[in-house]
């Protein structure tokens, strides 16, 4: 193992791991209603740091930030600075991602280019993320926007995931497995069932909002009756996914006999998607608790990056196969 493929390995892990907490940040964005703590982009308020008190905006702030909110501007510190430090570790994940691509270069240009080219990709990615993350403040949080920044940060970790997934082949032995051809159709509909789960979740989050609206907090614990069928088959799904993922590490299980890097990541798969459950039923039976939103939806995200590990790994003949000139 090179000193620069241990570099790029383990800054990738550092950008995952950044990029899966931009998703929780970005899930606790919307559950305390801070999208437009900062009313315009990139700067918050016109400045590059943003006010802690309403003393240190003009008198007329309404009317130079609210017209586009049709004047509906209340300055609350705490929601600007939550938006702010989201815009933030948008900038950190940006550097980190570039940083990846630099150390893909220098360890892997000659060995296998298709890591470089996946890294630099990925960085492309997250510049348009960024210009995406414009959209949805000058949109007003327009849902679809929303959905479409959240996808694409999904599928930045896929790239940079299979990217570092593949730098493992040359290091790690991968435990074979007789009955492959199964078990990838498998892993493929947990990605393909979960995946689904996770966009029927935003659109659930969407009908949430509404009832909150309508009814008020003093009725959250009655919100779960008023959600309607969206609701109803997230909840149903939810256990079609349960049973396929403990299907995957049954089968995982009983076909290897010597424990490795595949097992560990069924073994987190299982634990990940077990707290998934938990989080889930919390916020069906507790009122909806805004701090249990967001990691609702980032377990959600992280099941199906461990997935997508696994079925990589088991598929690591063709997936893995160099392309290097």
């Given at each position: 193992?090179?000193?620069?493929?241990?570099?790029?390995?383990k800054?990738?892990?550092?950008?995952?791991g950044?990029?899966?907490?931009?998703?929780?940040?970005?899930?606790i964005?919307?559950?305390?209603?801070?999208?437009?703590?900062?009313?315009?982009?990139?700067?918050?308020?016109?400045?590059?740091?943003?006010?802690?008190?309403?003393?240190?905006?003009?008198?007329?702030?309404?009317?130079?930030?609210?017209?586009?909110?049709?004047?509906?501007?209340?300055?609350?510190?705490?929601k600007?600075?939550?938006?702010?430090?989201?815009?933030?570790?948008?900038?950190?994940i940006?550097?980190?991602?570039?940083?990846?691509?630099?150390?893909?270069?220098?360890?892997?240009?000659?060995?296998?280019k298709?890591?470089?080219?996946?890294?630099?990709?990925?960085?492309?990615?997250?510049?348009?993320?960024?210009?995406l993350?414009?959209?949805v403040?000058?949109?007003?949080?327009?849902?679809?926007?929303?959905?479409?920044?959240?996808?694409?940060?999904?599928?930045?970790?896929?790239?940079?995931?299979?990217?570092?997934?593949?730098?493992?082949?040359?290091?790690?032995?991968?435990?074979?497995?007789?009955d492959k051809?199964?078990?990838?159709?498998?892993?493929?509909?947990?990605?393909?069932?979960?995946?689904g789960?996770v966009?029927?979740?935003?659109?659930?989050r969407?009908?949430?909002?509404?009832?909150?609206?309508?009814?008020?907090?003093?009725?959250?614990?009655?919100?779960?009756?008023?959600?309607?069928?969206?609701?109803?088959?997230?909840?149903?799904?939810s256990?079609?996914?349960?049973?396929?993922?403990?299907?995957?590490?049954?089968?995982i299980?009983?076909?290897?006999?010597?424990?490795?890097?595949?097992?560990?990541?069924t073994?987190?798969?299982?634990?990940?998607?077990?707290?998934?459950?938990?989080?889930?039923?919390?916020?069906a039976?507790?009122?909806?608790?805004?701090?249990?939103?967001?990691?609702?939806?980032?377990?959600?995200?992280?099941?199906?990056?461990?997935?997508?590990?696994?079925?990589?790994?088991?598929?690591?003949?063709?997936?893995?196969?160099?392309?290097?000139s």
């Amino acid at each position: 193992m090179t000193t620069h493929g241990k570099v790029f390995r383990k800054l990738g892990f550092w950008t995952i791991g950044a990029i899966y907490f931009l998703i929780l940040v970005g899930g606790i964005v919307r559950a305390t209603g801070s999208g437009m703590g900062c009313p315009d982009w990139p700067r918050c308020f016109g400045s590059w740091v943003p006010p802690t008190d309403i003393s240190q905006l003009p008198s007329n702030y309404k009317e130079i930030y609210g017209e586009k909110l049709k004047g509906e501007i209340e300055f609350n510190a705490v929601k600007t600075w939550i938006e702010y430090v989201n815009r933030l570790i948008g900038v950190l994940i940006g550097i980190l991602v570039f940083g990846t691509f630099v150390s893909s270069f220098v360890s892997f240009r000659k060995k296998d280019k298709t890591i470089v080219l996946l890294s630099l990709l990925a960085t492309i990615l997250v510049a348009f993320e960024g210009w995406l993350g414009s959209k949805v403040v000058s949109s007003e949080l327009h849902p679809v926007m929303i959905t479409l920044h959240m996808i694409l940060s999904v599928i930045i970790v896929m790239i940079l995931l299979y990217a570092v997934a593949r730098s493992y082949n040359y290091v790690v032995k991968i435990e074979d497995i007789a009955d492959k051809s199964s078990l990838s159709f498998l892993v493929s509909a947990a990605i393909f069932l979960t995946t689904g789960q996770v966009l029927l979740g935003t659109q659930v989050r969407e009908v949430v909002d509404k009832v909150a609206a309508s009814m008020g907090e003093a009725m959250r614990t009655e919100w779960v009756a008023n959600l309607g069928g969206k609701f109803q088959m997230h909840a149903l799904f939810s256990m079609v996914i349960v049973l396929i993922n403990l299907v995957i590490y049954y089968k995982i299980k009983k076909s290897i006999s010597e424990k490795g890097i595949l097992t560990r990541f069924t073994n987190w798969l299982v634990i990940v998607v077990g707290i998934e459950l938990v989080s889930g039923l919390t916020l069906a039976y507790l009122g909806f608790p805004n701090f249990m939103q967001p990691v609702h939806l980032t377990l959600g995200v992280l099941a199906i990056g461990i997935q997508f590990v696994i079925f990589l790994f088991l598929n690591k003949e063709r997936v893995f196969r160099s392309i290097a000139s």
